[in-house]
């Protein structure tokens, strides 16, 4: 955010510098395009010139210097031209090339007064760069060459083929020489007042330009005092506060949001510096954060807590050209919650980890392993890589496999929070154990899941078989006892009466006693035989 003063300020002196400016880069671009357009007519002319060397060479023979001088002065001119590119002395030496084409053509046609005529040619062709002193070379060849082959003639060099008349002197060569420079200054001077008058138009379309952009900067300045007010309204009326510092930490804005969290008047932090103001933050993670979007340019995000007023903020900062916005909002009970959450998952993480029963956390929908504590580990013998590789069939014997998948699927629909069931699992080493298993449905990273408590019940169930068995022989005792000892216990009993009464002769005793021997002999057995079974039923107890 910027204070919008100085944004009117930066912006009437921007659009000042640049009209400043304008003018002279405009008039740079439209010479640069004369340069360009003048360069490509010449390569044009230059070429006719070199042909009609050509052509003038057929009527003397003079092929040699229609070829060697036209190359060397063609050579001579893209050479300055390639050689400094971003200089006008190309431009010089062309002048003095369409001179020596002038004495070129005066030589090949023998003196003939016409070609004295390309001088003139030349220097129109010159006009076109708008540049006047590009006509004192062209005008110094012709004075020298016209002075000295004027002279070589006349004393009797016939073969300089300056003129085909017989005798040139002084009056015709100053007469000569006027009306060259009279033709040269004439074009120079066009050249001249051609480049002053497309100046002016430079200068009279930047003036408008000027009116224009003062209108636009008249409108531009309302539109900006129109979204300050708005702007200022829009700040005020956001719920979260907000201040914004200039690059010398200066509190350019402090809205009335900002004055309410942090309890500090506008007029006490407005204008002053940052850090006076808040001296005691210094060193605070505000503090860092806020050195480190203005060093770096990058917006920055973070929580802090103001231990004046033990508040938690959630702060954004914006670094710009202009300084640093900063956006920032209580958000204390939140902080809270999450702290209160972090210490509840702590607490959860220790219970879950430092249970002795086997525990797990699985994904509903994967049935993925997505946490396991050590009483697992020690219990399956699986490490806890592989537990969280796995998958809660990978625990089942194979004919589990269907019953656990049609339960988790029926949770799925149901939406069931807590299940209870005894179920089989198998171990790494291949060992079958049952296992009570408790799962409660859970949110695990975001993901429906259930967490598992696993009780392993495979002893007391074994314990539960053998007094099961223990009991079924205990009633095979008790009927043995009331049904098979009572016989012979019957049957001494019986004959102990008849051996008391005297009537009995001794064979009859004898026979009694036979059977009383007999009998006890089966009540022997029948004892034995309880002893045994009583031997089978010992049960250890699993506690």
Not at 59 to 65: A, C, D, E, P, V
Not at 69 to 78: H, K, N
Request: glycine share 4%.
């Amino acid at each position: 955010m910027i204070h919008w003063r100085c944004v009117l300020t930066a912006a009437a002196c921007r659009i000042a510098k640049n009209e400043m400016s304008a003018i002279t880069s405009q008039t740079h671009i439209f010479q640069s395009e004369v340069k360009e357009r003048s360069d490509k007519l010449m390569n044009f002319f230059l070429a006719c010139h070199f042909l009609i060397g050509l052509a003038l060479a057929s009527f003397y023979g003079t092929w040699l210097i229609a070829i060697g001088v036209g190359s060397i002065s063609l050579i001579a001119y893209y050479s300055a031209k390639i050689a400094l590119p971003d200089s006008n002395l190309y431009q010089y030496v062309l002048s003095v090339v369409l001179g020596i084409f002038m004495a070129q053509f005066i030589y090949q046609m023998h003196g003939m007064f016409e070609m004295h005529f390309f001088a003139f040619i030349g220097s129109a062709l010159l006009i076109t760069y708008q540049q006047w002193k590009l006509q004192i070379p062209l005008t110094l060849v012709v004075v020298v060459h016209h002075g000295l082959l004027g002279y070589l003639q006349d004393i009797g060099y016939s073969q300089v083929y300056f003129t085909q008349l017989n005798y040139f002197d002084v009056q015709t060569f100053v007469i000569h020489v006027i009306l060259a420079a009279i033709v040269f200054f004439v074009c120079g001077l066009w050249a001249f007042q051609l480049r002053k008058y497309n100046e002016r138009q430079i200068i009279q379309t930047m003036k408008m330009g000027e009116l224009e952009k003062e209108a636009e900067l008249s409108v531009e300045r309302a539109k900006i005092a129109d979204a300050l007010e708005e702007r200022n309204t829009i700040l005020e009326s956001i719920t979260d506060a907000f201040f914004a510092v200039d690059h010398n930490w200066l509190v350019l804005y402090w809205n009335a949001m900002a004055e309410k969290e942090l309890g500090v008047a506008r007029h006490k932090v407005l204008n002053q510096h940052l850090w006076k103001v808040f001296v005691g933050s210094i060193d605070s993670e505000s503090y860092r954060q806020y050195q480190l979007a203005m060093k770096t340019r990058q917006v920055v995000h973070f929580h802090d807590f103001y231990p004046v007023l033990e508040k938690w903020y959630d702060i954004s900062a914006y670094p710009s050209a202009n300084g640093l916005s900063v956006y920032f909002k209580d958000v204390t009970d939140r902080k809270l919650s999450e702290i209160r959450l972090t210490e509840s998952e702590k607490r959860y993480s220790e219970l879950f980890h430092l249970s002795p029963q086997p525990m797990w956390v699985f994904e509903i929908e994967t049935m993925q392993f997505l946490d396991v504590n050590e009483a697992a580990v020690r219990h399956y013998g699986y490490s806890r890589p592989e537990f969280l590789d796995m998958t809660i069939r990978d625990i089942r014997p194979p004919d589990e496999v269907p019953v656990v998948e049609q339960i988790v699927s029926r949770g799925k629909t149901e939406k069931q929070i807590h299940h209870e069931q005894v179920f089989k699992h198998r171990t790494k080493d291949g060992k079958v154990i049952y296992v009570d298993i408790q799962s409660t449905a859970i949110m695990y990273n975001g993901s429906p899941s259930k967490v598992v408590l696993a009780n392993d019940i495979t002893e007391r169930l074994n314990y539960i078989n053998a007094v099961e068995a223990q009991n079924k022989k205990l009633k095979e005792i008790a009927w043995l006892q009331s049904h098979v000892i009572r016989a012979p216990l019957a049957k001494i009993k019986g004959l102990i009466p008849l051996m008391k009464d005297g009537k009995e002769t001794i064979i009859e005793k004898e026979k009694m006693l036979d059977y009383l021997l007999r009998s006890a002999d089966e009540l022997d057995e029948v004892i034995n035989s309880i002893t045994d079974k009583s031997n089978l039923v010992e049960v250890q107890s699993p506690l």
